[in-house]
């Protein structure tokens, strides 16, 4: 199984932001596009943004503009830049395999919080 380290979350007003990291156990990004999750309050666990094995990345509409996803293969580590961050933010952030995978079990994730 690979195993993966969410870290990064905090508390931070709206407008502000924040650098998510996502630690792979193991070498995978010639394996698996990876993406970054996220658990609201109610919601459902929600694929927000994903980067390809080539590198290529996508976005759902409510963080486009905002986050940017990247990854640092030296490192087996995935980002997410989260900018102008907004209260509806507020979330648990994972990252995984995009589509989830067989090799990769969730993380613990990291609180994101944006409140004034």
């Known amino acids: 199984q690979v195993q993966l380290v969410e870290s990064g979350g905090g508390l931070v007003q709206p407008g502000g932001s924040l650098r998510l990291s996502c630690v792979v156990s193991?070498?995978?990004?010639?394996?698996?596009?990876m993406g970054w999750y996220r658990e609201a309050p109610g919601n459902q666990r929600e694929l927000i943004a994903t980067?390809?094995?080539?590198?290529?990345?996508n976005y759902v509409d409510s963080v486009k503009g905002r986050f940017t996803i990247s990854r640092d293969t030296a490192k087996n580590t995935v980002y997410l830049q989260m900018n102008s961050l907004k209260p509806e933010d507020t979330a648990v952030y994972y990252c995984?395999?995009?589509?989830?995978?067989?090799?990769?079990?969730w993380g613990q994730g990291t609180q994101v919080t944006v409140s004034s």
């Open positions: 193991v070498s995978v990004f010639h394996i698996y596009d």
């Open positions: 995984n395999g995009a589509p989830l995978n067989g090799a990769m079990r």
């Open positions: 980067i390809t094995r080539g590198g290529s990345t």
